[in-house]
């Protein structure tokens, strides 16, 4: 074999390598933030959502697992992991549908503890105080086709999450996380708490 062959072959192996234990160290420090973010009895946070196309909307979030509720100074979602409710305060309206993953997330910054595992590659870069986990999709149907995760050293808590679909990027920055327990049945829309409210099924 060649020197220039030799060469050539070391430098893949040890990008290989280097690639291999960046995406094991990625994916330890985002199973240590899942574990704190997706306790079982549940948790509560502030974020506030943005991007060019609707700006900047900021709310306050109760999460359990894959569910969660959240509520803005316009509406009210309901996920109980499946089925989504979304309350218009404006229109005293509720949409009810089955969101996409980055739907999901537009409302609920910690859809990525459930999905990060499922079809990514992952590095990470230690910046200050925090580790900055890079998720990029390995099928490019995905919705969410990248992410950038902001965690704490220390706490492993996010505190910013940049997730781009198609060529469209927003951002979620989250505070005063709290880990809090939840019943059931905050995540589920209850009618007899909104007698007037017109429910329109877009399933």
Request: glycine letters at 6%; zero cysteines; proline letters at 2%.
């Amino acid at each position: 074999m060649k020197l220039k062959s030799i060469v050539s072959l070391f430098i893949l192996l040890l990008t290989t390598a280097y690639g291999y234990a960046q995406g094991n160290k990625a994916m330890s420090i985002l199973d240590k933030t899942a574990s704190i973010v997706g306790r079982r009895g549940g948790a509560s946070a502030d974020f506030t959502f943005s991007n060019t196309k609707v700006g900047s909307v900021s709310g306050s979030i109760a999460i359990k697992g894959n569910k969660f509720n959240a509520r803005t100074p316009h509406a009210i979602v309901w996920f109980n992991g499946k089925t989504q409710w979304t309350y218009l305060k404006k229109t005293e309206e509720v949409n009810i549908t089955t969101p996409t993953q980055a739907q999901q997330m537009s409302m609920n910054p910690y859809t990525f503890i459930h999905i990060y595992k499922t079809g990514y590659t992952m590095s990470v870069d230690e910046v200050g105080n925090n580790y900055n986990v890079h998720l990029t999709a390995k099928n490019t149907s995905r919705t969410i086709k990248e992410m950038y995760i902001t965690i704490d050293k220390k706490t492993y808590v996010p505190s910013k999450i940049k997730m781009r679909q198609n060529s469209q990027w927003s951002t979620i920055t989250i505070s005063n996380f709290k880990e809090k327990n939840q019943a059931n049945s905050l995540f589920v829309f209850n009618t007899k708490d909104f007698p007037k409210a017109e429910v329109v099924d877009l399933r």
